[in-house]
């Protein structure tokens, strides 16, 4: 760690890639969710990398690595339960009203502006009339992401299309 | 999601972005030069508002264990907020716990100065708001110092680091200004002396909840 805050990248790279399965193995023991544990493994990493001038060589690596691990999984939980209870709130999917399959122009033309993960989800939900778990499982990502997706989805239509 | 080539990626990003980093001097050092700091503000500064019997009080017992208590007290404070800079440092108990009794001694000091039952509001608050003054201008270049130096580390508890720094910073400046104020006075110090650093710790505490994280979002460079 010496070295790369000196600037060798070759000796940051084997530090890296000496740390990660470490890190890695460390952060199973908490994290069950393989999504969590890359969202958690790359906020470590990315911290360590802004915090390496903090690193002192005389004392020991492991509890400056780990004290950087354990801030980034509770920082990761605490987010993790902020959204859950966001997303309990819309766990009832507000309608959209749609006539048969022929839907307005107004409303393709607002779709077309929405971001590609809210359309996707949008449609999925609301054209070809999947469940939450489907669309979830369609689109690779948890079932209250989805929610939030098509929340915003809902949201940002009502402000496209005026009502 | 752990396929090589996501945290190989990961990693060839930080390695191109690994530029030569000016490495944080040890927290007892960076103290030393905080303390520095507070000395200079109170020798410039405190120098103008000293109390004209201050020789006298020098020769006071209590009024010296009730300074150095203070001192000790402030200056740990300060260390161990750098300290919280830095991932990994765990607070030591010896220090914690001279903390907590230095501080016990300062209040219980405080409570043994009489009580002056004939202010009026207007005399009260006149002294007090010269103290608050005071205390404001003393305090303003150490807590800012100690709270950019707490920014250049990386505070992963961004609220207690702060809250530490504001009560060092308040803390030694309260001993400036018992160097400084002539009224011995219960109320007086209690209100316009021991209140200031509750309320500039919680301050800072906030404070440093919101701006010190940054630390994460910028690089250290």
């Keep these: 760690m010496a070295r790369a805050q000196a600037g060798d990248r070759d000796a940051y790279r084997s530090l890296l890639e000496e740390i990660g399965p470490i890190v890695l193995g460390w952060l199973r023991r908490w994290l069950t969710d393989a999504e969590d544990l890359a969202d958690v493994y790359q906020d470590t990493l990315v911290h360590l990398h802004r915090a390496r001038h903090t690193y002192d060589p005389t004392r020991a690596f492991e509890p400056w690595l780990f004290a950087i691990a354990r801030n980034a999984a509770a920082d990761h939980g605490r987010r993790r339960r902020r959204r859950r209870a966001w997303e309990t709130a819309v766990d009832d999917l507000p309608e959209v009203a749609m006539e048969g399959e022929a839907f307005e122009p107004a409303l393709a033309e607002a779709l077309r502006a929405l971001p590609r993960p809210q359309r996707e989800a949008f449609t999925m939900l609301k054209l070809e009339g999947l469940s939450v778990g489907d669309a979830a499982a369609r689109a690779g990502v948890s079932p209250g992401a989805l929610k939030v997706r098509a929340h915003r989805a809902y949201k940002a239509l009502r402000a496209l299309l005026g009502s | ?221």
């Design chain 2, 1 to 221: 999601m752990q396929e090589p080539s996501w945290q190989d990626e990961l990693i060839d990003r930080l390695v191109t972005d690994a530029r030569p980093v000016r490495r944080l001097w040890r927290p007892e050092v960076r103290l030393l030069v905080w303390l520095a700091v507070v000395a200079l503000v109170a020798i410039v500064v405190g120098e103008r508002f000293v109390r004209s019997d201050l020789e006298r009080k020098l020769q006071s017992p209590s009024f010296l264990i009730e300074v150095a208590a203070m001192l000790v007290a402030g200056g740990l404070l300060g260390l161990e907020a750098l300290r919280t800079a830095v991932p990994g440092y765990r607070h030591s108990r010896v220090t914690v716990g001279t903390i907590i009794a230095t501080l016990t001694i300062v209040a219980l000091l405080q409570l043994r100065q009489p009580i002056h039952w004939g202010w009026t509001a207007d005399v009260f608050f006149q002294f007090g708001l010269l103290c608050l003054w005071r205390t404001a201008v003393l305090v303003a270049v150490p807590w800012v110092w100690l709270l950019v130096a707490l920014r250049r580390g990386a505070p992963l508890a961004s609220g207690r680091a702060a809250a530490l720094a504001g009560a060092a910073a308040f803390g030694l400046t309260f001993v400036v200004m018992r160097s400084c104020c002539r009224t011995e006075e219960l109320m007086h110090l209690g209100v316009f002396h021991v209140l200031p650093v509750l309320v500039g710790t919680a301050l800072s505490a906030g404070l440093g909840a919101l701006l010190l994280p940054r630390w994460r979002s910028s690089s250290p460079a």
